[in-house]
């Protein structure tokens, strides 16, 4: 079945540093991806998504693009900030309209 | 605000009990979908329901039902509580094809003891 594997945590990073979180996929088609965010004591929130391959989502500095040949995912952030601190999600929806299929979550802390 | 909401933002409860979580979805989402968040099994999808009728299955245990009402709320119902039930339960409501975006609520937290 269709599947979200995402790097293990925590990852630790001083402020202004560079951030990669890993996410691969396995799915049949042309899987829709997103990066959710969710902050201490909040819900999920979107933070980028791509609907088709080599497309580019991008918010509030983060970066990521669908690579069909890898099933690749990855979130980048050239300089993060100590409000970055957070779990982020990878997720694959086959279609619209059905339902995220999540990866294990990655926590990220930011020090100062 | 995801315009998502869920009710009551905490709960706690025996074993054996049953408890119903609420969800009212974003004005005019007709798709609302429940996920169990737990620490070792991380995001589970568990049930879709779209204007009314059951869409999609994932992981729910025969214990917990869920219903759509006609103004689109749901309801989660989780019966026969176990320890291993303690968890976040999360809906996310949808407008469905062709949106490909789902909005969370901030969860209802169970505490089973």
Known sequence: GDSVTQMEGPVTLSEEAFLTINCTYTATGYPSLFWYVQYPGEGLQLLLKATKADDKGSNKGFEATYRKETTSFHLEKGSVQVSDSAVYFCALMRQAGTALIFGKGTTLSVSS | ?113
């Open chain 2, 1 to 113: 605000d995801s315009g998502v909401t869920q009710t009551p933002k905490h709960l706690i409860t025996a074993t054996g009990q049953r408890v119903t979580l609420r969800c009212s979805p974003r004005s005019g989402d007709l798709s609302v979908y429940w996920y169990q968040q737990s620490l070792d099994q991380g995001l589970q999808f568990l049930i879709q329901y779209y204007n009314g009728e059951e869409r999609a299955k994932g992981n729910i245990l025969e214990r917990f039902s869920a219903q759509q009402f006609p103004d689109l709320h749901s309801e989660l119902n989780l019966s026969s509580l176990e320890l291993g039930d303690s968890a976040l339960y999360f809906c996310a409501s949808s407008a469905g094809q062709p949106n490909t975006e789902a909005f969370f609520g901030q969860g209802t937290r169970l505490t089973v003891v």
